[in-house]
C-alpha cells in the first residue's frame, strides 16, 4: 500500500523556520519524484516543490525560491522541505505526493498524496 506521511507542520512567526518530512512507503522510492503542494482557505492549490528521487534535481515555485529547499534521504525514503524566513501567505495545509517523474510532479500529476499538515505563520 503506497503511504505519504507528511510531518513538522505548526505554528511559526513570520521570519522563522520549519522542517517537514514526508516519511514513504509502499513504493519504489527511487524511482519517482517527491512534490510538495499546498493549499490555503479559499485559495487555489499551489505547486510548491518537486525533487527527484534518482537525480536529486529540484524545482521551486518563483515565490518560495531562495527560501524553501528540498532534499531526499533516499536511505530512508524521506523528502524534506526545510522552510526558511517564512511569511505569513505561506500558511496553508502543505501535502507532499508521489509523482512518475519530476516533470510530471511540476505539472501536478501526482499518482498518491498524503494526508497534509498544517503550517501558519503569525504576522
Known amino acids: 500500500e503506497v503511504q505519504l506521511v507528511e510531518s513538522g507542520g505548526g505554528l511559526v512567526q513570520a521570519g522563522g523556520s520549519l522542517r517537514l518530512s514526508c516519511a514513504a512507503s509502499?513504493?519504489?522510492?527511487?524511482?519517482?519524484?517527491i512534490g510538495w503542494f499546498r493549499q490555503a482557505p479559499g485559495k487555489e492549490r499551489e505547486g510548491v516543490s518537486c525533487i527527484s528521487s534518482s537525480d536529486g534535481s529540484t524545482y521551486y515555485v518563483d515565490s518560495v525560491k531562495g527560501r524553501f529547499t528540498s532534499s531526499s534521504d533516499n536511505a530512508k525514503n524521506t523528502v524534506y522541505l526545510q522552510m526558511n524566513s517564512l511569511k505569513p501567505e505561506d500558511t496553508a495545509v502543505y501535502y507532499c505526493a508521489a509523482a512518475r517523474t519530476i516533470l510530471q510532479c511540476v505539472k501536478r500529476r501526482f499518482n498518491s498524496w498524503g494526508q497534509g499538515t498544517q503550517v501558519i505563520v503569525s504576522s
Open positions: 509502499g513504493f519504489t522510492f527511487d524511482d519517482y519524484a
